[in-house]
């Protein structure tokens, strides 16, 4: 059976084809392994490109300590002076803004618009418009309405003012008044007159005259009792 076996795999029709695949396959080799970057590169040449990139690695790291610690000191200098994170931004705001003015993009932008207003303010249709506005203006004022309008706004701040003045030299005059009559004078002058013109009045009035008459009576009542006990 295993004869029988052996000559149907020896007489197969996929004899050999299995050997084949394995010998198509493609064996890596120390040099296929390196990367594609390193291809065309002998390994003397990766090994010594591998070692200056840890060099300069280890640099990167160097001064990235150093940066840190140039930072903190700035701070500490910073703190001493008495400057605030606002005063740093304003003074990065500003060197920002010097760096963007002194740009080459920016400077040709400010000439590109230089070119463009001198283009604008020469054409034919900006002297036109210019001219006709000022035609405008001179016809706007030289009209009466104008004139008109102008004239009662001059008037009416004359008033205004004359007003002011008036109002003015009133109350300094009142003030001049309070000081040269302390206010208990004006206060005694003022009840003596009110007192002086109130009190006729009051006397001739009808309620003025009933109390007066019951005040009598009393005291006639009074008078007679008196008497009668004696």
């Not at 050999?16 to 390193?38: C, H, I, Q, Y």
């Not at 993009?105 to 900006?126: C, F, H, I, M, R």
Request: proline content about 2%; overall charge negative; hydrophobic content about 35%.
């Amino acid at each position: 059976m295993e004869s029988a076996g052996q000559d149907i795999n020896l007489h197969s029709p996929t004899k050999g084809l299995l050997s084949d695949a394995m010998t198509d396959v493609p064996v890596e080799s120390a040099a296929s392994a390196r990367s594609g970057a390193a291809e065309g590169l002998s390994l003397a040449e990766e090994e010594e490109l591998r070692s200056e990139l840890a060099k300069v690695e280890e640099e990167i790291g160097t001064l990235r300590q150093v940066l840190a610690a140039k930072e903190r000191h700035c701070g500490e200098l910073k703190r001493k002076l008495g400057l605030t994170p606002l005063d740093g931004l304003k003074q990065n705001l500003s060197r920002s803004w010097h760096d963007v003015q002194v740009s080459n993009a920016y400077v040709k932008t400010s000439e590109k618009l230089g070119e463009w207003n001198d283009k604008v303010t020469q054409s034919d249709l900006y002297l036109s418009a210019s001219s006709t506005l000022e035609d405008w203006n001179e016809k706007l004022t030289q009209s009466e309405a104008y004139k008109k309008t102008q004239e009662t706004l001059s008037q009416a701040g004359q008033k205004t003012s004359a007003a002011l003045s008036n109002v003015g030299s009133v109350i300094s005059r009142k003030l001049g008044d309070m000081r040269a009559h302390p206010f208990s004078n004006s206060f005694s002058s003022s009840y003596s007159i009110r007192h002086s013109i109130s009190m006729p009045a009051m006397r001739n009035s009808a309620t003025f005259k009933s109390f007066e008459d019951r005040v009598g009576t009393i005291k006639t009542s009074i008078r007679a009792n008196g008497l009668s006990d004696m």
